[in-house]
């Protein structure tokens, strides 16, 4: 995953987003184009408030000020949290964190957004709110979980991961039709498809 965004650059053979080549060169470009959502938002958020947190992308981006302003009322608009927005991050509940970490990414305008683990240690209410916020995206999204629920809840293809290799892809009700499989990989059906 961080390969998608440029955190890390490929030691060998290579990565592209499109066809634009993952590369030093090409950085600018796919930052722009991709956006990471980390699992652990205190990884994102650092800046003094809610507000500055959202903006850092932006104002690196020498966006003008307006811009950044418009860009940041619209990202915390989109997940709920406008109310947050002068508030220090250290401040917020587990889901409210999560929601401040991905408008941070949406400021930047990705076309893609990736995330990891985007529902893991939150209560249900948050995981609700993050799952219904993720369904409302038009982005391409990349997910890496084991909220396997979540995933067939919103997710139409799916890609099971073991020990480093793909071990399926393919439709998500196919892959989770296969029991033998998930439980090879050391996953379970979700309840909701039983």
């Known amino acids: 995953m961080l390969h998608t965004n440029g955190l890390l650059l490929p030691q060998e053979g290579s990565v592209n987003v499109g066809d634009i080549p993952v590369?030093?060169?090409t950085l600018p470009l796919i930052r722009q184009t991709v956006g990471l959502v980390f699992q652990n938002p205190d990884d994102q958020l650092f800046m003094p408030t809610v507000e500055e947190d959202v903006a850092f992308g932006p104002i690196n981006m020498k966006l003008p000020p307006q811009e950044v302003e418009r860009r940041v009322t619209q990202a915390l608009e989109a997940v709920g949290a406008s109310a947050l927005r002068g508030r220090p991050g250290y401040q917020l509940s587990g889901g409210q964190k999560r929601s401040v970490a991905i408008a941070t990414v949406l400021s930047m305008e990705?076309?893609?957004?990736?995330?990891?683990?985007?529902t893991s240690n939150l209560d249900p209410?948050?995981?609700?709110?993050?799952?219904?916020?993720i369904?409302?995206?038009k982005h391409t999204c990349l997910i890496a979980t084991h909220d396997l629920e979540m995933v067939w809840e919103l997710c139409e293809r799916t890609i099971v991961?073991?020990?480093?290799q793909v071990a399926a892809d393919g439709r998500t009700k196919d892959i989770f039709h296969d029991k033998a499989l998930l439980e090879a990989c050391g996953l379970e059906q979700p309840y909701l498809y039983l």
């Open 135 to 137: 369904a409302s995206f």
């Open 161 to 164: 991961m073991n020990d480093g």
């Open 125 to 133: 209410r948050a995981r609700r709110q993050i799952i219904n916020l």
């Open 23 to 25: 590369g030093k060169k």
């Open 110 to 118: 990705p076309n893609i957004l990736v995330m990891d683990e985007p």
